[in-house]
């Protein structure tokens, strides 16, 4: 088997424990997945390269998981009727350019650089956009909070929203009326990212909420419309380049297609905000993780000289904190969703209660 770079593609052993922490992280970026509508492989693909899988076949294998987990989150969102299907295959048009200019990057950068360039540029990408848009979805979210939990559409949602730029689109569920124009950069840029590093829902979910005034709850359902789109026409193009390794694959989506069920029903529970909350939490602690593993990847390069055990010291505590962002985020989804049924159960035992005294009066 041959890489982009005409170099030989070496996938991993897989041993018990291997398979294990894969079907338990395939099970939390479903359940992450399925509650913001990233695509969840934002834990994914670090997840993998934290245990020596190649920067190229984590995206690849991680691409060919998610459309059918996306199918099944879609779906399930849609009978909840947060899902805009219009929107999501407006947004996917334009993201399928964007998959292709993503892809050529990622092969520009493997025949100059090889693996280690490659592995080097997917945590760099990580850790910026993971920093820049982790920290202000978060920012939002506590903001949001702070005013009692109401989104409110952005300013520039609303400037975007007034100008009359042909063609215009009106999308229901999304309840927004938006130059077609608007939609082309998210659309591109998501795509792009998807087949850079295998995360798109970076870009889309935001793009959506506060480029096009999307709800938060609407945005993250109708990003799995699209990380389906995106999963199948990107998962044919690394396939052909061999770089899919459907042992990875299958093993997570085990585990996904569980998990993206469970955070599905949990949008149904919580305030919106909660959405962000998750979101920005996560993306901030895996963004620690992969800057940890960046001067493994420098000195492969021969930019840095630094000394085994240091790099063993680094490698493991960025796993440590990869395995807490998993925690984290598990915690606050499952206890979001605990809290928000205890007082569900006690509103309408109160309810119930209520009556009865009625009935009786």
């Not at 199948?232 to 052909?240: E, Q």
């Not at 998750?278 to 493994?296: F, K």
Request: glycine share 12%; proline share 2%.
């Amino acid at each position: 088997m041959h890489d982009i770079a005409g170099e030989a593609v070496q996938f991993i052993d897989l041993n018990t424990m291997n398979i294990l922490f894969l079907f338990v992280v395939g099970f939390i970026g479903g359940l992450v997945s399925g509650f913001i509508g990233s695509g969840g492989a934002f834990v994914l693909t670090p997840a993998m390269m934290s245990l020596g899988v190649l920067g190229t076949v984590a995206v690849a294998s991680n691409m060919c998981h998610k459309f059918p987990k996306a199918m099944v989150g879609a779906y399930k969102r849609f009978k909840y009727g947060q899902v805009d299907i219009k929107l999501g295959l407006v947004i996917s048009a334009s993201a399928g350019l964007g998959v292709w200019v993503g892809i050529k990057i990622q092969e520009m950068i493997l025949a100059a650089w090889g693996q280690a360039g490659s592995n080097l540029y997917v945590s760099l990408s990580f850790v910026v956009i993971l920093v820049i848009v982790g920290g202000y979805v978060f920012y939002d979210a506590w903001k949001t909070q702070k005013t009692g939990g109401a989104e409110k559409v952005s300013a520039l949602a609303l400037r975007l929203q007034k100008i009359e730029l042909w063609p215009m689109m009106h999308f229901k569920t999304a309840n927004v009326r938006i130059s077609l124009w608007f939609t082309l950069p998210i659309g591109f840029a998501t795509g792009m990212l998807a087949a850079t590093i295998a995360v798109g829902g970076f870009i889309g979910v935001p793009g959506m909420i506060y480029g096009l005034g999307a709800t938060g709850l609407v945005a993250s359902a109708t990003e799995l419309v699209v990380a389906f789109v995106m999963g199948f026409f990107g998962t044919i193009k690394w396939a052909m380049h061999g770089m899919v390794d459907i042992r990875l694959t299958l093993i997570i989506l085990a585990g996904s297609l569980i998990g993206v069920q469970l955070g599905a029903i949990g949008t149904t529970y919580v305030k919106e905000y909660m959405i962000k909350v998750v979101m920005g939490t996560i993306m901030i602690i895996v963004a620690v993780s992969r800057a940890l593993a960046v001067p493994q990847y420098l000195k492969e390069l021969g930019f840095i000289s630094l000394s085994p055990t240091t790099l063993n010291i680094l490698s493991k505590a960025s796993f440590i904190i990869m395995c807490l962002a998993l925690a984290v985020g598990s915690f606050i989804i499952l206890g979001a969703m605990w809290k928000a049924k205890r007082a569900e159960s006690a509103a309408k035992k109160a309810a119930d209660y209520s009556l009865a005294e009625e009935s009786y009066g």
